[in-house]
């Protein structure tokens, strides 16, 4: 069939080419009802090879995701049985806008980037649970639909489960360096989940930068030009950085899953609660990182996480500071926030119960008030916050109130503690509002560990027996 405008596909009126993509051309359509479509035509070179094989398959995919939200959905479609010049496969789809048209770069875009990348991510995870895998992810493959959905399409290289077996690539499979290496080559027929969170991860970094292309390989948080932070100097793009080059990673287990990395924009994307100040030292670090410089990376690796686990502790010093003083008003005296004081029962070290992972560093601070309560027994009240950095890259941030009595300056068991805990990989957006949440538990819990604390004494004073 010939493409020119004017000439008749179904219903359909061809209109105009507006797009090219690696297999054929897609021209904007409108029907006699006045109803627009963008209709996609193989080229005829392609006929009778893999590459017809490959689009007959998109629209099979097609035709069963029609009602799955995030997807840009199959309006029509006509499929020859055997494709000839003159009668050859399309799809038709509703017209809609290409992420390489929207203005997305740079710091004040940031947060409407975000959100378009959280929604693709939550739909590629929904896909993925489902084994079906896009490995053609790029900016000219994603789109706005009606103005505000952020939709994927170009299902050209989709792989799910029912799939033809004789489409199984022996190519390279996408678009260079959006490609994950392991497609590249003989492109196997494995789970492709990851792959997917390699290019959507080189996607993100592309359209934030503003450049035509994403670099080669691993996004490397030590490499200032590859960082994203450089690229889209918005305060809290450090959090990228860390995310981008998992995400990029060389061996697919090293890369989050499809769900993690959307949940990790969404943490990014949720508003802070308020009242707790935040201290990223880390964003300045990586801009200095040349005066620090240490010699290989395991030491590297160590000093950075250890870099992390204190500075979520030093996140909690408010905190802490707005505690001692509400407790200097209750016992009428000064009270001052210890650090790294630590006097945490066994118990509540997280790697002594579980193994399987090493302690990096562990430190606390506290506010404790010790009260005597008869000649033989004293109470102390602890508020505390723990934070340890785990060899498995998390970090372990726990906090409680605890009251312990003492009897002759033996420590008695624990008396109802309060303690919460959060464990989450480093430098993640997800951590950090995680800690600001147990900020907060924390000064909650206050009262009622006040109100414990208090009963003990009398309880002691009443009977020291
Ligand atoms: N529904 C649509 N609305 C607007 N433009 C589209 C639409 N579908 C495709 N395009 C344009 O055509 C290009 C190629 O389409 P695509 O489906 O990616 O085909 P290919 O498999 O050849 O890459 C896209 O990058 C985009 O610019
Ligand atoms: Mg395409």
Request: charged share 30%; aromatic share 8%; with cysteine.
């Amino acid at each position: 069939m010939k493409l020119a405008q004017g000439e008749r596909v179904g219903h359909w009126t061809l209109q105009r080419q507006i797009g090219k993509g690696g297999n054929g051309f897609v021209w904007l359509a409108n029907d006699p009802e006045g109803r627009m479509a963008a209709i996609k035509f193989l080229n005829s070179d392609h006929f009778g090879k893999q590459r017809e094989t490959r689009f007959r398959d998109e629209i099979k995919f097609l035709t069963n995701e029609t009602k799955r939200p995030g997807v840009l959905p199959l309006i029509e479609c006509y499929v020859p049985d055997i494709s000839t010049q003159e009668d050859g496969p399309w799809l038709a789809t509703p017209v809609a806008k290409c992420f390489t048209e929207l203005e997305l770069a740079g710091v004040e875009k940031l947060t409407e980037l975000v959100r378009h990348i959280e929604a693709v991510g939550q739909t590629l995870a929904k896909l993925h649970a489902e084994n079906k895998w896009h490995r053609d992810l790029k900016p000219e493959n994603l789109f706005i639909l009606d103005g505000t959905t952020p939709v994927i399409g170009d299902f050209g290289l989709v792989d799910f489960p029912g799939k033809d077996a004789n489409t199984r690539d022996s190519e390279t499979l996408g678009s260079r360096n959006y490609t994950a290496p392991e497609l590249e080559g003989d492109a196997a027929d494995a789970p492709a989940g990851k792959a997917d969170v390699y290019s959507l991860a080189k996607t993100f970094w592309v359209l934030a930068s503003g450049k035509r292309y994403p670099p080669p390989g691993t996004l490397r948080m030590d490499t200032p030009e590859l960082r994203f932070s450089k690229q889209c100097p918005h305060p809290r793009a450090g959090y990228f950085d860390r995310l981008l080059e998992d995400g990029t990673a060389y061996a697919p287990s090293d890369r989050p899953t499809m769900q993690c990395f959307a949940e990790e924009l969404s943490a990014w994307l949720k508003p802070q609660p308020i009242g707790i100040g935040r201290t990223d030292l880390g964003a300045l670090a990586r801009e200095n990182e040349s005066i620090f410089e240490v010699e290989n990376k395991t030491e590297r690796d160590r000093k950075e996480r250890i870099q992390s686990a204190e500075e979520i502790l030093r996140s909690f010093d408010p905190v802490l500071s707005k505690i001692a003083m509400d407790l200097s008003a209750f016992v009428k005296r000064e009270i001052h926030v210890e650090k790294g004081a630590y006097d945490l029962p066994g118990k509540f070290h997280f790697v002594e119960l579980f193994r399987s992972v090493r302690l990096v560093s562990r430190s606390a601070n506290q506010v404790k008030v010790t009260v005597t309560a008869n000649h033989r027994f004293t109470v102390s009240l602890h508020s505390f916050v723990q934070v340890e950095a785990l060899d498995n890259d998390t970090i372990r941030v726990l906090v409680g109130h605890l009251v312990q009595p003492r009897a002759n300056g033996n420590l008695l068991i624990v008396w109802k503690p309060w303690t919460k805990e959060a464990i989450r990989p480093r430098s993640s957006a997800q951590l950090e509002n995680e800690s600001k949440a147990l900020g907060i538990e924390l000064l909650e819990n206050l009262g009622p560990a006040s109100r414990e604390f208090v009963e003990k004494i009398r309880k002691l004073q009443s009977d020291p027996a």
